[in-house]
T-cell receptor, first 114, second 111 residues
Framework: SAVISQKPSRDICQRGTSLTIQCQVDSQVTMMFWYRQQPGQSLTLIATANQGSEATYESGFVIDKFPISRPNLTFSTLTVSNMSPEDSSIYLC???????????FGQGTRLTVV | GESVGLHLPTLSVQEGDNSIINCAYSNSASDYFIWYKQESGKGPQFIIDIRSNMDKRQGQRVTVLLNKTVKHLSLQIAATQPGDSAVYFCAGGTSYGKLTFGQGTILTVHP
């Protein structure tokens, strides 16, 4: 199993600014992912965070808007850049071990852009 | 509160009843499927999974059924309790851990 800590847990930001969300895992994991959950909706994968290389983004998400870092096997950051009210969502970090079926989630970061 | 603006299907049951939550999936490439429970203000919590080559799996008070012919997944919760009230999501996954989530269902259990 894995215990995931996300920071901040929530934030209210001004439009046009950027916010960096941190994800720390208590064990070395193979895979790390970032998801977005818009109000009242399901989770959508933003990207796979790759250690030491550029993240792999899903259709509709781009690096300029959501830059991601993963310097080691236990830590990743997601930045939401040049925010607008449409970016108001819960952002969730998820981790998994290669070959396993269970993906573990952090508690999420609730972002409100005003 | 958390329920404002939610556009998900809802299921209301009485405490002690059995609940059945359904999910239609589109990604036939999934190696396995998972049911998650999400309580207000928390991340999704793993409930049970099933490999794509299986059609039924049982856990404690929960059973998952998979019908690949019609791309349908269901979660049965026996003797539903108020603590089971949450949003339930199905997700299809690959061995790389990447998940495609279904729509979700809000389960409300009345005492």
């Amino acid at each position: 199993s894995a215990v995931i800590s996300q920071k901040p847990s929530r934030d209210i930001c001004q439009r046009g600014t950027s916010l960096t969300i941190q994800c720390q895992v208590d064990s070395q994991v193979t895979m790390m992912f970032w998801y977005r959950q818009q109000p009242g909706q399901s989770l959508t994968l933003i990207a796979t965070a790759n250690q030491g290389s550029e993240a792999t983004y899903e259709s509709g998400f781009v690096i300029d808007k959501f830059p991601i870092s993963r310097p080691n096997l236990t830590f990743s950051t997601l930045t939401v850049s040049n925010m607008s009210p449409e970016d108001s969502s819960i952002y969730l970090c998820s981790v998994a071990f290669f070959g396993g079926t269970e993906a573990f989630f952090g508690q999420g970061t609730r972002l409100t852009v005003v | 509160g958390e329920s404002v603006g939610l556009h998900l299907p809802t299921l209301s049951v009485q405490e002690g009843d059995n609940s059945i939550i359904n999910c239609a999936y589109s990604n036939s490439a999934s190696d396995y499927f998972i049911w998650y429970k999400q309580e207000s203000g928390k991340g999704p919590q793993f409930i049970i999974d099933i490999r794509s080559n299986m059609d039924k799996r049982q856990g404690q008070r929960v059973t998952v059924l998979l019908n690949k012919t019609v791309k349908h997944l269901s979660l049965q919760i026996a003797a539903t309790q108020p603590g089971d009230s949450a949003v339930y999501f199905c997700a299809g996954g690959t061995s790389y851990g990447k998940l495609t989530f279904g729509q979700g269902t809000i389960l409300t259990v009345h005492p």
